[in-house]
C-alpha cells in the first residue's frame, strides 16, 4: 500500500477538518442571527476586521505548526504542541469565517490592522497601530516585526524566508527556530485579541472570543518560553 508524506497527511486531515467545522461556523453566525434582540444583528467594524485579520493569522500559525510537525527528529514534546495549535486555530478560524460568510463580509481586508487605529488599545498604540484618524495601511504595515525578506503585514507574522528556513531545518534546530517564530507570531495575535476586547466597538459575541485567545495564546506563549530555555535558546526580539 502506498504510503504518503506525514505532511500531506497531516494537511489533508486538517482540510477535512476545516471543511467540517466551517460548518460549525455557519451555525454560530446563524446562533449570533437569531439572538434575541430588538434590532437586527450586524457586525461592526472592529468585529469585521478582526475576524478578518485573524483567520488570516492563524492560517500562518498553522502552516508554521503544520510544517514542524513533519520535519524529521522533532520530538513528541514540540509535535504535539504543533498538533494542538493546528486542532485549537483551525476551529476559532472556522468560527471567524463563519461569522463573515453570514454577514456577507470578504473574507480578507485590504488594510490589515487598520480597524485597530479605531479601538482604545495601549499595546496597539505602543505596536504602532494606534488610534486616531491618521492610521493608514503604509503604517501598518512597517511596524510589524520582520527578520528577512519580504515583510509581513501583520504583527507577529514570519516571512517568506523565515517559513522557508523552518522547512529546511530538522531536529532540534527546527524546534527551536518554530517556537522562536511561534512565540512571536502568538504576541502578535495578542495584540489584536487586546485590541478587540478592549474596543468599544465590538460585539459581546467577538468579546468573550478575543478574551478566550488571549488566556489560550498566552498559556501558549508560557509554555513554549519553557520549551524554549530548556534547549539554550532564547526568543526573538519583539
Known sequence: MRRFPRTVVLAVGALGV??????VGMVAGAAWQSRDDDRAPVMTTVDVGFAQDMSVH???????????????GVGPEISGLANRIITAQTAENATLRGWLTWFGKPLTSGNPMGWMAATHDDAATASGHGRGHGATAQTTTSSAPRSSGSGPAMA?????????????LTGRDAEVWFLQLMIRHHRGGLLMAKAAYNSDDVSDIVKRTAYEMMTDQGEEISLMTMLLTARGAQALPA
Open 18 to 23: 476545516a471543511i467540517l467545522l466551517l460548518s
Open 58 to 72: 492563524h492560517d500562518q500559525a498553522i502552516l508554521l505548526s503544520t510544517t514542524v510537525a513533519g520535519r524529521p
Open 156 to 168: 507577529g507574522m514570519a516571512s517568506t524566508d523565515d517559513i522557508s528556513k523552518l522547512a529546511g
